[in-house]
C-alpha cells in the first residue's frame, strides 16, 4: 500500500498595460495518490490506484494580448481561464508463467474544465472584405476516458532477448457541454464535438 497527499498554491497575476487588462487567479487544491496491491500467488498480483492531476493554462493561453497569426486570423488568450483537474483509477493484473509474463490494465479518467477553442467573428473586415476571426481558449467541456492495456512477454531462457507483444485500446468522450453564447460562435475546434450531453436549452456545440 502507498498512500500520498500533495498540497500545491498556485498564484497568477496578469497585468497587461497595453490592453489595460489585470487579472488575478489565487487557488489551492490537494492531489491525492492511492496505489494497493495484492498478491494472490508468487505468480500472480493485483493492483489498484487511484490519483488527482491538474494541468494548468500555458501563458500563451492566459495573455489577452491580441496577436495576429495572419490577415483574417487573431489569437487572443483568456485571463479567466481555469485548470483542467483529472481523476484516474486503474486496475492491474500480473500473471507469470514458465518463460511467460502477463501484464493487463484497464483505466479510466475524467477531466473536468477543459479547454475548448472558440472562434469569434470580431466584426471587422480586411480590405478584401475578408472577415477578422478572432479565436481564444475557453473552460468548455468535461472528457472521460478510457481503455484497456495487455502486454505479454516471452523469455525462454536467462540469456534470451525478451520476446515483447503489447496491445493498447484507449477510447475518449467529451461530454456536458457548457452552453455557448450565439451568435458570436462561429465553430468549436476540438474534440467537444463528439460531445454526446445535450444543454438545457437543446443545444449541441459542434462545428458548422
Known amino acids: 500500500m502507498l498512500l500520498g497527499l500533495r498540497l500545491e498554491n498556485t498564484q497568477i497575476t496578469i497585468d497587461q498595460i497595453t490592453t489595460n487588462n489585470l487579472a488575478k487567479k489565487n487557488y489551492t487544491n490537494l492531489f ?9 500467488t508468487e505468480s500472480s498480483s493485483a493492483t489498484l490506484g487511484y490519483n488527482r492531476r491538474i494541468r494548468r493554462p500555458r ?15 487573431l489569437f487572443q488568450g483568456n485571463p479567466d481561464l481555469d485548470p483542467v483537474f ?3 483509477v486503474d486496475l492491474g493484473y500480473l500473471k507469470r ?8 490494465s484497464i483505466y479510466y ?6 479547454f475548448e477553442f472558440i472562434s469569434e467573428d470580431t466584426g471587422q473586415v480586411t480590405n478584401n472584405g475578408d472577415a477578422v476571426v478572432r ?7 468535461s472528457n472521460d476516458r478510457y481503455g484497456f492495456e495487455l502486454t505479454l512477454m516471452y523469455k525462454p531462457a536467462k540469456w534470451w ?42 443545444d449541441v456545440p459542434v462545428p458548422v
Open 32 to 40: 491525492p495518490t492511492v496505489n494497493l496491491g495484492y498478491e494472490f
Open 161 to 202: 532477448a525478451p520476446i515483447i507483444a503489447a496491445a493498447k485500446i484507449s477510447m475518449g468522450i467529451a461530454v456536458d457541454c457548457i452552453p455557448t453564447p450565439k451568435p458570436a460562435i462561429i465553430f468549436v475546434a476540438g474534440p467537444v464535438r463528439d460531445c454526446l450531453v445535450i444543454d438545457n436549452t437543446g
Open 135 to 141: 479565436r481564444f481558449p475557453v473552460n468548455l467541456s
Open 86 to 88: 483529472s481523476d484516474g
Open 109 to 114: 479518467t475524467r477531466s473536468t474544465d477543459v
Open 59 to 73: 501563458s500563451r493561453f492566459i495573455n489577452p494580448f491580441p496577436s495576429r497569426s495572419s490577415e483574417t486570423n
Open 97 to 104: 508463467w514458465k518463460g511467460f509474463t502477463l501484464n493487463t
